[in-house]
Nanobody, 122 residues
Framework: VQLVESGGGLVQAGGSLRLSCAGS????????MGWYSQRPGKQREFVAAVGSDGTTNYVDSVKSRSTIARENAKNTVYLEMNSLKSEETGVYYC?????????????????WGQGTRVTVTS
């Protein structure tokens, strides 16, 4: 299993970005896919997930301004975030798991990407 994130970078507070995660080495459509963030000096935290059936789950702090979506034909999951805040600076990780549902517990995910760095400037 390989997960490769892209789309990170520098963005101003209030701006938007779209992260992508390309998966390979597994049957993408059958896996739950998720995004986590890790701020400097903090533990990795759940942001959003999308199940194999399209069910989504978000952390409350981003729910109204973020969208997770999967494109199974491209083995890719996206995270679009709007109205970004400086405290959302960190490394964003893609995660995958064959679980039939939506996962939010960090320790239950089996596969992780290397992360893409997002810096939100104020």
């Amino acid at each position: 299993v390989q997960l490769v994130e892209s789309g990170g970078g520098l963005v101003q507070a209030g701006g938007s970005l779209r992260l992508s995660c390309a998966g390979s080495g597994f049957t993408f459509s059958r896996y739950v896919m998720g995004w986590y963030s890790q701020r400097p000096g903090k533990q990795r935290e759940f942001v959003a997930a999308v199940g194999s059936d399209g069910t989504t789950n978000y952390v409350d702090s981003v729910k109204s301004r973020s969208t997770i979506a999967r494109e199974n034909a491209k083995n890719t999951v996206y995270l679009e975030m709007n109205s970004l805040k400086s405290e959302e600076t960190g490394v964003y990780y893609c995660a995958a798991d064959p679980w039939k549902g939506v996962l939010t517990v960090t320790s239950l995910w089996n596969y992780w990407g290397q992360g893409t760095r997002v810096t939100v400037t104020s």
